[in-house]
Each structure stands twice: as structure tokens, then as C-alpha cells.
């Protein structure tokens, strides 16, 4: 992956294993980068682009594949783009079996007929559907991810696991992650992200000493100067 932004001529180069860090302590940039990914994840209207990201395949990473994340507490797994994205998954994965076809007419066809002994002789006439497709069954039976109690840094864990699998974003961004973690938290949750292959970006708005073990850091002083470890 690779990450151009527009006030600096350096330019960050990922592999597939890293996780890509920006820190910038220049407030006036770093307002800018984050307000440009927050509108433009909305709508694609912004005439400058003030960061440019380019996958492995050499594919641009348009805005409205981002997921940017100022607030982490605010995570919701079982969205409703997130579900419709699961759905889309599990509809995919299962029409592939012919048994699993086989099995689901069997069962549309066994609800069709108990419903409509039960409505049988009933005031107004009612239709129902011939069959009942897969996505039928995964709205009757609220088919969601399992959500436990778990910590802050394990419920970003499961998160970026199901993107990995789903595809929910094509990068997810999150904007002050170091301030809602320890370190140790940090570390396990960076080297699990590496281990998904998912594209992250980290956005600081402050320069951090520490690097990770597979963290690709791009540094910008107050003084616009650019540093990448």
C-alpha cells in the first residue's frame, strides 16, 4: 500500500504485514487530512485530494471505501451496511453447495405449507411467497455478528477479523488510536491487524517515540518536516 498526502513530497510505502501510521503535529495539517477523509467518505466532492492511497494491485482507494474511525467506543459491528455486507457474504457462500440449496427448499417448502394450514379459513385472504429465499432466513432469524462483553481492544480486534473476511472498508482509518489504548493493548492489537491483512492507517495528531514491530511510520513536525521509521 502506498500513501501520498498532498503537504508533503515523501511518500509512504507499506507492505502487507505493516501497519501504516501517520503522526502529525501540525494541528493545521492534521485538521485538514481528517476533515477531507470525514467528507468525502460522505460524498466525493472535494477538489483537492489531500491524501491519495494506492493498494498493492496498484487500484486507487477511492474515500467512499474508507471507514474512518474517530471514536472506537462507537464501533458498531452490526451496522446496517455491515449486515447487508454479511448477508451478501453468507447468500454467496451458500448457494455454492447444491446441498445446501436442496436443504433450504426443503424447509421454505415445510414453513409454506404449516403457514398456510394455520391461515387457513381466515376472514381476509392472504398471499404468501412461494419460497423463501436464503436472505429470507437470515432476516427471520436476525443473523448477526456475536457481539460479547469484551474490552475496548477486543472489539476492534473482532472488528477488523470480520473486515478481513467480510470486506466492511477497503481501509479503515482510525484517528487517535494511541489515546484510547496502553501500550501493551496496542502492541497485540497492531500484531493481530498485521496477521488479517487488513489495510489500516493510523492518524496521530501527535509524534509518538515508540514504534511498533511492523508499524510503517510517516512523522510531520510542526514544522512541516517529514520523517519516515
Same mark, same amino acid.
Do not use: W
Given at each position: 500500500? &502506498? ?9 509512504? =510505502? ?8 501517520? /503522526? ?42 474508507? &471507514? ?36 433450504? =427448499? ?15 379459513? %381466515? ?5 404468501? &411467497? ?6 429470507? %432466513? ?10 460479547? @462483553? ?7 480486534? @473482532? ?27 496496542? /502492541? @497485540? ?25 511492523? /508499524?510503517? &511510520? ?12
Amino acid at each position: 500500500m &502506498k500513501i501520498k498526502l498532498f503537504c508533503s513530497e515523501i511518500e509512504l =510505502n507499506v507492505q502487507d504485514y505493516e501497519i501504516a501510521t501517520l /503522526e502529525i503535529d501540525n494541528s493545521e495539517c492534521f485538521r485538514r487530512i481528517t476533515r477531507y477523509l470525514n467528507e468525502s467518505s460522505e460524498t466525493d466532492i472535494n477538489d483537492i485530494n489531500e491524501i491519495t492511497v494506492i493498494d498493492d494491485c496498484k487500484n486507487l482507494i477511492d474515500t467512499t471505501d474508507m &471507514k474512518i474511525i474517530f471514536n472506537p467506543f462507537q464501533i458498531d459491528i452490526n451496522d446496517k451496511n455491515n449486515i447487508t455486507k454479511l448477508y451478501k457474504y453468507l447468500v454467496s457462500s451458500f448457494i455454492n453447495s447444491q446441498e445446501n440449496i436442496f436443504s433450504l =427448499n426443503e424447509l421454505s417448502a415445510y414453513i409454506n405449507k404449516h403457514f398456510n394450514n394455520l391461515i387457513l379459513g %381466515f376472514p381476509i385472504d392472504l398471499a404468501l &411467497k412461494d419460497t423463501l429465499t436464503v436472505k429470507d %432466513f437470515l432476516k427471520l432469524l436476525d443473523v448477526k455478528f456475536d457481539c460479547q @462483553e469484551n474490552s475496548l481492544q477486543y472489539q476492534i480486534i @473482532e472488528y477488523l477479523n470480520a473486515n478481513a473476511i467480510i470486506g466492511f472498508a477497503k481501509l479503515i482509518i482510525f484517528v487517535n488510536l494511541k489515546s484510547f489504548l496502553s501500550h501493551d493493548e496496542l /502492541e @497485540e492489537l497492531l500484531q493481530n491487524a498485521s496477521h488479517s491483512r487488513n489495510n489500516i492507517l493510523l492518524i496521530e495528531n501527535k509524534v509518538h517515540s515508540s514504534v511498533f514491530e511492523n /508499524e510503517r &511510520k510517516l512523522t510531520i513536525d510542526s514544522d512541516m518536516y517529514c520523517m519516515i521509521k
